[in-house]
Nanobody
Framework: QVQLVESGGGLVQAGGSLRLSCAASGSAFSLNVMAWYRQAPGKQREWVGTITNSGLKNYADAVKGRFTISRDTAENTLYLQMNSLKPEDTAVYYC???????????????WGQGTQVTVSS
């Protein structure tokens, strides 16, 4: 039974920072590709960034240079360090995992509550 639980969101002013966490259970954490997504009000969900099994990281252009993905295998936790936050970063943030060739959360699934990030101007 795989579970992904996001946390760490909050309200910050533009230019501030937050670190989001995604606690994973029920799988070999280090063997999975992990990803962050977000969904802003009135917009569709979009990909934010990915970390592969080997540690390779990729980011959406909108967050490149400001956001950093990392993982802590001892804690089975994925992180998203967000710096220089902008109002347009306001969204519900979700994590996802590629397990056995399938994404834990698909385009047709409910992605749960996520964690809310609100950036004020």
């Amino acid at each position: 039974q795989v579970q992904l639980v996001e946390s760490g969101g909050g309200l910050v002013q533009a230019g501030g920072s937050l670190r989001l966490s995604c606690a994973a259970s029920g799988s070999a954490f280090s063997l999975n590709v992990m990803a962050w997504y977000r969904q802003a009000p009135g917009k569709q969900r979009e990909w934010v960034g990915t970390i592969t099994n080997s540690g390779l990281k990729n980011y959406a252009d909108a967050v490149k240079g400001r956001f950093t993905i990392s993982r802590d295998t001892a804690e089975n936790t994925l992180y998203l360090q967000m710096n220089s936050l902008k109002p347009e970063d306001t969204a519900v943030y979700y994590c996802n995992a590629l397990i056995g060739g399938r994404w834990y959360r698909s385009d047709f699934d409910s992605w749960g509550q996520g964690t809310q990030v609100t950036v004020s101007s």
